[in-house]
């Protein structure tokens, strides 16, 4: 199973459209959890972190559900501006310290006028 | 205005080349990494230092070769590549160890190996 697994897409979506996502991911002692936004040909940006009581900035919100181990972000009322590539990305301290950002391989996003 | 800097930000180099990708970071972060990302493919964890010190090596072919000389520079040096390697290289740098894990990048080394 991969360690972070979404679907790549693409979902093609009429602007003002109501769009989610969803990310699994395999190891139950993950500990934070974001999506980031890449443009093409861009390095990818935060666009926000997940919480596990939710959270919202405008017309984001994301969801973390622990127990299932996924997280969901959901976008109201699509811009095409909000045409990207959106990456789920699971934050991990090992054991041993380690730190490490694991990213998964992005859903691709594109909206239509 | 990032405050990841990564030059070059564009490199074609030949098999037998020798080249070096350098990374600055200028956000008082601990902890640098270089990713590299392919087409189609998601961005794959090459190394982590924390604190300077390696504490990742994602099983990379010895022909890349990091060095981190402080907490604000870091440099992926290449030799003897092949055409497979080409991909964007990009550099992130967070806190690091009790601290914001939030990753901020660089905008990348389109390598391309001829």
């Known amino acids: 199973r991969k360690e972070v697994e979404q679907d790549p897409g693409p979902f093609n979506v009429p602007e003002g459209a109501t769009v989610a996502f969803n990310c699994t991911y395999s190891n139950s002692a993950s500990q934070s959890f974001f999506w980031y936004r890449q443009d093409c040909r861009k390095e990818p940006k935060l666009l926000m972190s997940v919480y596990s009581s939710g959270n919202e900035d405008g017309r984001f919100t994301a969801q973390l559900n622990r127990a299932s181990q996924y997280i969901s972000l959901l976008i109201r009322d699509s811009k095409l501006s909000d045409s990207a590539t959106y990456l789920c990305v699971v934050y991990l301290i090992s054991n041993f310290g380690n730190e490490k950002l694991t990213f998964g391989t992005g859903t691709r996003l594109t909206i239509i006028p | 205005e990032t405050g990841v800097t990564q030059t070059p930000r564009h490199l074609v180099m030949g098999m037998t080349n020798k080249k070096s990708l350098k990374c600055e970071q200028h956000l008082g972060h601990n902890a640098m990494y270089w990713y590299k990302q392919s087409a189609k493919k998601p961005l794959e964890l090459m190394f982590v230092?924390?604190?300077?010190?390696?504490?990742e090596n994602n099983s990379v072919p010895s022909r890349f070769s990091p060095e981190c000389p402080n907490s604000s520079h870091l440099f992926l040096h290449l030799h003897t590549l092949q055409p497979e390697d080409s991909a964007l290289y990009l550099c992130?740098?967070?806190?690091?160890?009790?601290?914001?894990?939030?990753?901020?990048f660089g905008q990348g080394t389109r390598l391309t190996v001829v």
């Open positions: 230092y924390s604190l300077e010190e390696r504490v």
């Open positions: 992130a740098s967070s806190q690091g160890p009790g601290g914001n894990t939030e990753a901020f």
